[in-house]
């Protein structure tokens, strides 16, 4: 009886410790897909950001061109809008990678994919699986 007791205990104590290791991964989980989450907010944000500065320079490019070419600008305006625009360019790439890796972690972190790209560069949507983290589907 002795013996039986000391194994019974021995079980309530390993599933006891199984139990908490399985809250802990529980909480680790969650804590992982909450940062992956808001990582994709902020690079979400980010990309905005760059794509409106992308536009902006496109287009202060294309109309300092423009006006260099009528006379009513010179080489030094239209080298500051180059240079604003390969900036920006590079800027809007960066922010392009980085939003696809925050996608990316986010996947791994739910363990399905929850994005998909489209044929243009940069726009990129969450599928319905994604826009439901919090719940069940």
Excluded: C, P
């Excluded at 002795?2 to 139990?19: E, L, N, P, T």
């Excluded at 950001?49 to 260099?68: S, V």
């Amino acid at each position: 009886l002795g013996i039986s007791s000391a194994k019974a205990r021995r079980a309530q104590v390993a599933y006891r410790q199984m139990q908490r290791r399985e809250r802990w991964a529980k909480q680790s989980i969650d804590l992982e897909v909450t940062k992956a989450y808001r990582d994709l907010v902020e690079a979400q944000g980010n990309y905005r950001a760059a794509r409106r500065a992308r536009r902006a320079a496109t287009a202060w490019l294309r109309d300092t061109h423009e006006q260099y070419d009528i006379g009513l600008s010179d080489t030094k305006e239209l080298l500051e809008a180059y240079t604003a625009f390969a900036t920006t360019e590079g800027s809007y790439f960066r922010a392009v990678y980085n939003q696809r890796v925050a996608f990316a972690r986010l996947d791994e972190a739910v363990g399905n994919r929850v994005w998909t790209l489209t044929d243009e560069i940069g726009h990129i949507g969450i599928t319905s699986s994604a826009q439901n983290l919090g719940g069940t589907e």
